[in-house]
């Protein structure tokens, strides 16, 4: 697939449009769970974060947005020359804080609905009718005393009113939560945004669950990884000592953990320093972020000597029945540091391998599978990624496969049908005419 980041010229913007329908349709419908931290409505990206997010909404996607208010909260404090306290990250909050919270959070709140009420023609909200709603929708209860601490007025959550939030999102609103809640006798409580999120994205059962984080500690730790994250990786990474990860990262990453163990299939983590930072991680293949997933047991990795067996598993059933050739054991074992592995609980549920010709920038995909009882979720996809990331850290400009059976999955990957005169010289002089497999081409980006 051509490179479709400049949307400058015609050519450009039509790309680009084709490159994001499937994801327009796929996204339709969906529940999305968006957090804001307050870093970024302090950011000269806040007016574009705010009209990418309207986009989305006009793309028919439900949109919860809850907003942080951390950096407004302590410029308010600052300016009432109150010292604030935190506990274990968690800010206490005693009555004069929360006059200050209170300020901080309603005069957020009224730029962001602002910001959605735009419509003039001369900005992307051109055209544009949103209705955003907002009220008592998370209960709260005192956290009370904790570390020998009153922590006052700081709360946590104690019921989401989701049948609320759901009969908001069916009539077309854009819902606004913010790190407010209330309890049954009316008193206000401080919590904090990202759990808010968290127990959101949870008891709506959203598709995704996006935080958005600035280009720090966190952005530079998570461009290390791969762009997706176990649970138990993602968990690693927040017990490191040496993570580097302030406070309000920490929160980002432990709320992205909670959602994913409650049921939130994946979370995204996305720094909105980039340009179109939500567009390009939800409307594009690659994406730009790092994800969390729910099944942190999948996890992919380099194979070792002793999963040979698990791979020999995986394929030998696919070579009889013709749909991969044949490996023997010792040419696997040869190559196996070529082999990549999806592992559940020391179980291989898939595998894959690339092999590189390096003098001609390219490398080939070779064999793609997934155990019987794994099939039909995103295991190939997953490892077509994975191979992609690593193909493009090589230096190589294309990926080629060989395929009798499925290349309609590759073409809807990115593949595109070719010729034997595509191979590489030395894959070629190998090509076995009597399977005639289909040659098909994917162009990368360069890494």
Not at 119 to 133: D, E, F, N, Q, Y
Not at 381 to 388: C, G, I, K, Q, R
Request: charged share 20%; aromatic share 4%; net charge negative.
């Amino acid at each position: 697939m051509r490179d479709c980041s400049d949307i400058s010229d015609d050519n450009g913007l039509v790309a680009a449009l084709r490159a994001s329908a499937p994801y327009v349709h796929a996204h339709r419908g969906r529940t999305f769970v968006i957090h804001l931290p307050g870093e970024a409505a302090a950011s000269d990206r806040f007016a574009d974060l705010i009209y990418d997010i309207a986009l989305l909404h006009s793309l028919g996607v439900k949109i919860v947005l809850v907003f942080g208010a951390r950096p407004q909260i302590d410029a308010a404090m600052a300016a009432a020359d109150i010292a604030p306290n935190f506990v274990a990250g968690v800010r206490v909050t005693d009555g004069a804080a929360l006059a200050c919270v209170r300020q901080a959070v309603g005069s957020l709140q009224m730029s962001i609905e602002a910001h959605l009420s735009t419509s003039l023609a001369s900005t992307p909200m051109g055209g544009a009718r949103i209705a955003t709603v907002s009220g008592n929708l998370v209960t709260a209860r005192p956290v009370g005393v904790a570390g020998g601490v009153d922590h006052g007025h700081t709360g946590e959550i104690r019921r989401i009113d989701t049948a609320s939030l759901a009969a908001h999102l069916s009539r077309g609103h854009i819902v606004l939560l913010s790190c407010i809640g209330y309890s049954p006798s009316g008193e206000i409580f401080n919590l904090v945004a990202e759990d808010v999120a968290a127990a959101t994205a949870t008891e709506l059962a959203a598709d995704k669950f996006v935080l958005l984080h600035p280009g720090n500690a966190m952005h530079a730790r998570l461009a290390r990884s791969a762009p997706g994250l176990s649970v138990e990786g993602a968990r690693t990474l927040l017990d490191a000592p040496d993570s580097g990860l302030s406070v309000p990262d920490r929160a980002r990453l432990a709320a992205a953990i909670a959602a994913c163990q409650t049921g939130v299939e994946r979370a995204h983590l996305v720094s909105f320093e980039a340009d179109g930072a939500l567009l390009r991680e939800l409307y594009s293949r690659d994406g730009i972020g790092t994800m969390v997933a729910a099944d942190s047991y999948d996890a992919i990795r380099t194979a070792r000597p002793e999963d040979l067996g698990g791979v020999l598993a995986l394929i030998e059933p696919l070579a009889a029945a013709g749909l991969l050739v044949a490996r023997s054991r010792e040419a696997i074992e040869l190559d196996i540091e070529r082999y990549i592995v999806m592992a559940r609980d020391g179980l291989i549920t898939a595998c894959c391998a690339l092999m590189p010709y390096a003098e001609e920038a390219i490398g080939e995909l070779a064999c793609v599978a997934v155990h019987p009882d794994y099939r039909g979720g995103h295991r190939a996809a997953d490892l077509l990624a994975e191979v992609e990331r690593r193909a493009q850290a090589q230096g190589l400009a294309r990926l080629f496969v060989l395929t009798t059976k499925a290349p309609h999955w590759f073409i809807e990957h990115g593949f595109v049908a070719s010729s034997i005169e595509a191979l590489p010289l030395a894959k070629r002089a190998l090509y076995n005419y009597q399977r005639n497999s289909a040659v098909l081409i994917k162009p990368l980006a360069p890494a």
